[in-house]
């Protein structure tokens, strides 16, 4: 988390929990919260829960939210639904260090005095109401819900979860036949890259690639069963490739000789010059390479489907929210 933000945040009396990079508390009676960008420094969300009161219609906030970007140097958007208001501030140019905060807090400042000065009301950015609010944190965002709407919320994404899970988890017969028609791509990129002269082992790369994508794109989702069919078509295959490859080199060599030497005749030649150890040398460290190289493809596939697949969303409550006596009640 971004120093001076954490110091503005417990000098202005607010909640600052710096592994999860927020900063919250009330401003002028208005519950805020800062949110961190895990990438960036100087970079954060600003959300500020309220409903329009009697005197402004939510268009007139939102325009005022539009023009106050002319006014706040590091304010890159700001926009406002009806019950939150989301602004987006990033630190950038000529001597940020020193401006940065100064310009969130007056932001803040102004904002929050917006909101007074207009009756907006604090409330659930569910469904409006303006008691039992607790923030939560819903996968990775921050909102403002009253519990009943955060049951729905967290309810929608377990029942999304659960149908990712139950998705395509059968179809076991298509899966083998995309993970071979994939890993023919891969046999056919050992091939062509042997043939040119460079690392054949990149194939092995491209090969559990494919051969994932194609058990997902005919199989469905990428299970434990998926990833163990996936490798072992993978690792059949790159021997396959290899072997061609020797077949190919045999075949070229003889023909120089003899014209009546054909592919096949070259193909089942194989398994004699792999007894010889030169040769048998050259293809375990192909070999060795393009395992490596699978391995490495396997494990970023693995880990991407996974993130994509598990639906595991977490969501947690952060802090209830109480409001100040005076929410509501000024003039
Ligand atoms: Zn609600």
Same mark, same amino acid.
């Given at each position: 988390m971004y120093k001076k933000v954490k110091q503005y945040g417990i000098a202005n009396g607010l909640t600052v929990e710096e592994k999860a990079g927020l900063v919250y508390g009330l401003i002028n009676g208005y519950f805020v919260l800062i949110q961190q960008y895990p990438t960036t420094d100087a970079k954060h969300t600003v959300y500020l829960w309220a409903k329009p009161g009697t005197t402004q219609p939510v268009p007139a906030t939102a325009d005022y939210l539009n023009q106050s970007?002319?006014?706040?140097?590091?304010?890159?958007?700001a926009s406002y639904n009806g019950s939150k208001i989301t602004a987006e501030f990033q630190g950038l140019g000529f001597q940020w260090g020193q401006?940065? #905060?100064?310009? /969130?807090?007056? =932001?803040?400042?102004?904002?929050?005095?917006?909101?007074?000065?207009? *009756?907006? /009301?604090?409330?659930?950015?569910?469904?409006? @109401?303006?008691?039992?609010?607790? /923030?939560?944190?819903?996968?990775?965002? *921050?909102?403002?819900?009253?519990?009943s709407c955060y049951s729905n919320v967290a309810g929608q994404i377990q029942q999304n979860a659960l149908k990712k899970k139950q998705q395509g988890s059968g179809n076991v017969i298509g899966g083998i036949v995309g993970a071979l028609l994939g890993s023919l791509i891969g046999v056919a990129a050992w091939v062509l890259i042997y043939q040119l002269g460079y690392i054949s082992a990149l194939g092995g790369l491209v090969m559990v690639i494919c051969s994932m994508k194609g058990y997902e794109l005919l199989g469905g989702r990428l299970n434990k069963l998926g990833i163990a069919i996936t490798c072992? #078509?993978?690792?059949?295959? /790159?021997?396959?490739?290899?072997?061609?490859?020797?077949?190919?080199?045999?075949?070229?060599?003889?023909?120089?000789? $003899? $014209?009546?030497?054909? =592919? @096949?005749?070259?193909f089942y030649s194989v398994p004699y010059f792999l007894n010889e150890?030169?040769?048998? *040398?050259?293809? #375990?460290?192909?070999?060795?390479? *393009?395992?490596?190289?699978?391995? #490495?493809?396997? =494990?970023?596939?693995?880990?991407?489907?996974?993130?994509?697949?598990?639906?595991?969303?977490?969501?947690r409550m952060v802090a209830p929210v109480t409001m100040s006596s005076q929410n509501g009640m000024n003039p």
């Open positions: 970007r002319s006014r706040f140097q590091y304010l890159q958007s401006k940065y #905060v100064p310009c /969130l807090d007056a =932001f803040l400042k102004e904002v929050t005095g917006y909101c007074q000065s207009n *009756g907006l /009301l604090p409330c659930c950015e569910g469904c409006g @109401t303006e008691s039992g609010l607790n /923030l939560y944190q819903v996968d990775g965002y *921050g909102h403002m819900l009253c519990s072992i #078509v993978s690792i059949l295959m /790159l021997l396959f490739a290899e072997y061609i490859c020797l077949s190919i080199e045999i075949y070229k060599v003889y023909n120089d000789w $003899s $014209s009546s030497i054909t =592919f @096949t005749d070259a150890p030169e040769v048998m *040398g050259a293809v #375990v460290k192909d070999l060795l390479i *393009g395992f490596v190289l699978m391995a #490495v493809g396997a =494990f970023g596939t693995i880990k991407q489907t996974y993130k994509e697949n598990t639906g595991t969303v977490s969501t």
